[in-house]
């Protein structure tokens, strides 16, 4: 059975830092296509940053990001723990909400960020981590 477990999630004031991790169980992690989504209340749910996690090919490692966290946040892996990071920085009230991993097997990486971001893709997800953040 297929897990992606978050944590890291918390409460931090403006212009602080988090880092959330996915840990990948029962999960096969290579050629996947790995991002975080997050949804705040009343709003949809929006893509923030996705990672392709084959390392032995020439998109190994590429990363996408919503304009929104550009420069502020940096998706990564560890291939060898099965796990995904967001290191989040410079944070602000707008980034506010509930954070989830998705996962799906992909043989190439998603040509178009619309397509990294679009939920429907993702045959996994986890259960969510809060992030707040005061001003």
């Known amino acids: 059975q297929v897990q992606l477990v978050e944590s890291g999630g918390g409460s931090v004031q403006a212009g602080g830092s988090l880092t959330l991790s996915c840990g990948a169980y029962g999960y096969a992690y290579s050629m996947s296509c790995m991002a975080w989504f997050r949804q705040a209340p009343g709003k949809e749910r929006e893509g923030v940053a996705g990672?392709?996690?084959?390392?032995?090919?020439?998109?190994?490692?590429?990363?996408y990001y919503a304009d929104s966290v550009k420069g502020r946040f940096t998706i990564s892996q560890d291939n060898a723990l099965n796990t995904l990071y967001l290191q989040m920085n410079s944070l602000k009230p707008e980034d506010t909400a509930m954070y989830y991993c998705a996962a799906v097997h992909c043989p190439h990486p998603f040509r178009y960020q619309t397509v990294w971001f679009r939920g429907d893709e993702y045959s996994y997800w986890g259960q969510g981590t809060q992030v707040t953040v005061s001003s």
């Open positions: 990672i392709y996690t084959d390392g032995g090919s020439t998109y190994g490692g590429g990363t």
